[in-house]
């Protein structure tokens, strides 16, 4: 808690007569101020809706007095006390024009009389006319080391409430749940912590599987960011040899937290629809090793003027703080489409999302997928925000050999019983999800049936079926077109389909 002490000393002591606080830490906040007023010596008053104004450091219980937000901003602004009033919860009251006038002359007059009138809530809109007048303070998140000290200090409190009962507790265990509690809010890693012990009485590899699940859902209660906790499988994929070497020979540098600088960034997978661009970028934190944040632009747009950036910022620190992960954007040109009906909206995205990208630190590389690339900005895609422009062609008759054989063995299907060569040669020209959906239809017809499934039958669910490179041939080849000599085959050349794609269509 000292930092943050040192920190608002120093902000109390710069003459700022307005600060803003988002945060839900609402006690660890009115516990931080009543310590500073004792420190400075500097009276500190209160004030909710429910019980007035009262003397914070006192912590004196007089009968309730300024309930209401206009009487208490008069109250102030014509009184001749010095000091810090804390206003809990008064964001509702900023849209009326006589309290933001209060507030104007209450923090104009601060050379006169130095009061400092500090915000606290969970969201915090402040009108134009303050902001010149105000700064923002945002409470440090705990380190490894204060982290430490809390799960010390929860273990105390549980074997005091437990007596004759220890406490068991592996070295390696509590390392990693102070590692994985990283990023999350006192507070929050407090009551994580405590419900791990209470659990049974120890800190287990199960604790900190369980708190890491409870801490992705902390990070994004909203939806905008979705995670997979385990990516392992997510490496066991047919083809892209060409972006798995590329993947492998940087993962040690991307895992390196003694490395600061000239880290992997990221990439961008441009390819034909169902070709498996999801599936590469899904590849990606698998090879890593890493867990993968999925970005939802849908969940991220708001009607509100402004709100749809914030979320946008929120979901790219929520990002940072999980570092290392994989952050993926699927279809990307779609999620920066603008228009003149969107109100600059799209622009702004675009805007916050190439700072985030040329400034970041952090270890969180982007897997971002395209189907049209030319609605992408050129600053999106060029070197320094991402490091490869990757192609996700059709695969080839080695890549759908084996895509067969992942989609059998899903099903609970013995590869071996098929004719894996025959089945890849028929599918020339198909995508991953068309063999997947070949694989599907053929389960469906032989269950009516009644008889197990052959090659036969899959072989025939493929000639009637018409694969995407003869239902967009055209768009096909013009993007083949426009990708040769542009972007890296994610596939080895023996597992891509020919270039030209006619002696594979049919």
């Known amino acids: 808690m000292m930092p943050d002490l040192h920190d608002l000393e120093l902000l109390l002591r710069s003459d700022t007569p307005l600060i803003l606080i988002e945060s839900l830490e609402e006690p660890r906040v009115t516990e931080l101020f009543a310590g500073l007023a004792l420190r400075i010596a500097e009276p500190a008053f209160c004030w909710t809706v429910t019980e007035g104004l009262r003397r914070l450091e006192l912590d004196n219980?007089?009968?309730?007095?300024?309930?209401?937000p206009t009487e208490v901003l008069r109250h102030i602004r014509s009184g001749q006390q010095r000091g810090v009033f804390l206003m809990l919860d008064f964001h509702p009251y900023l849209d009326h024009p006589l309290h933001v006038r209060l507030l104007k002359e209450i923090a104009q007059d601060y050379a006169n009389l130095p009061r400092t009138l500090v915000l606290v809530s969970h969201a915090l809109e402040i009108p134009p006319e303050l902001r010149h007048l105000s700064t923002r303070f945002a409470l440090r998140l705990p380190d490894r080391k204060r982290i430490l000290s809390l799960i010390r200090e929860e273990a105390k409190?549980?074997?005091?409430?437990?007596?004759?009962?220890?406490?068991?507790?592996?070295r390696d265990a509590v390392e990693q749940l102070a590692r994985n509690l990283l990023g999350v809010t006192e507070s929050d890693a407090r009551r994580l912590i405590r419900n791990a012990i209470r659990h049974d009485g120890a800190i287990t590899q199960e604790d900190v599987e369980?708190?890491?699940?409870?801490?992705?859902?902390?990070?994004?209660?909203?939806?905008?960011?979705?995670?997979?906790?385990?990516?392992?499988?997510?490496?066991?994929?047919?083809?892209?040899?060409?972006?798995?070497a590329w993947i492998d020979r940087r993962r040690s540098a991307f895992l390196d937290p003694r490395r600061t600088r000239d880290h992997p960034r990221g990439i961008l997978l441009l390819g034909v629809q169902g070709g498996g661009k999801s599936l590469a970028a899904k590849a990606v934190a698998g090879r890593l090793g890493v867990p993968l944040l999925r970005l939802d632009f849908a969940a991220l747009y708001d009607k509100y003027i402004g709100e749809t950036e914030k979320n946008l910022r929120k979901a790219l620190t929520t990002a940072d703080v999980m570092a290392p992960c994989v952050l993926w954007i699927d279809e990307i040109e779609k999620g920066l489409a603008s228009g003149a009906e969107d109100e600059g909206v799209g622009r702004r995205i675009l805007g916050t999302l190439l700072t985030w990208m040329a400034e970041r630190t952090?270890?969180?590389?982007?897997?971002?997928?395209?189907?049209?690339?030319s609605r992408l900005p050129p600053e999106l895609i060029r070197k320094g925000r991402i490091d490869e422009l990757f192609f996700v062609d059709l695969p080839g008759?080695?890549?759908?050999?084996?895509i067969f054989m992942i989609h059998l063995r899903r099903r609970g299907l013995d590869p071996a019983r098929f004719d894996l060569d025959r089945l890849a040669?028929?599918?020339?020209?198909?995508?991953?999800?068309?063999?997947?959906?070949?694989?599907?239809?053929?389960?469906?017809?032989?269950?009516?049936?009644?008889?197990?499934?052959?090659?036969?039958?899959?072989?025939?669910?493929?000639?009637?079926?018409q694969p995407l490179s003869v239902v967009m041939h055209e768009q096909l080849q013009s993007l083949r077109a426009w990708a040769s000599g542009r972007t890296v085959p994610a596939h080895a050349p023996e597992d891509q389909a020919p270039l030209a794609g006619d002696d594979e269509a049919r």
């Open 362 to 373: 952090t270890r969180v590389f982007l897997a971002a997928t395209a189907n049209d690339i």
């Open 157 to 170: 409190r549980w074997q005091e409430a437990q007596p004759g009962r220890g406490l068991r507790a592996s």
């Open 210 to 244: 369980t708190v890491k699940r409870a801490k992705y859902e902390l990070l994004s209660p909203d939806g905008v960011i979705a995670f997979e906790y385990d990516t392992r499988s997510f490496a066991d994929v047919a083809g892209l040899g060409q972006l798995k």
């Open 425 to 465: 040669e028929a599918s020339a020209g198909f995508t991953g999800a068309g063999i997947e959906q070949t694989v599907v239809s053929a389960l469906y017809a032989e269950e009516s049936a009644a008889e197990p499934l052959t090659t036969e039958t899959l072989l025939g669910e493929i000639d009637s079926t």
């Open 397 to 402: 008759p080695r890549a759908r050999r084996e």
């Open 61 to 68: 219980r007089a009968p309730k007095r300024f309930v209401d």
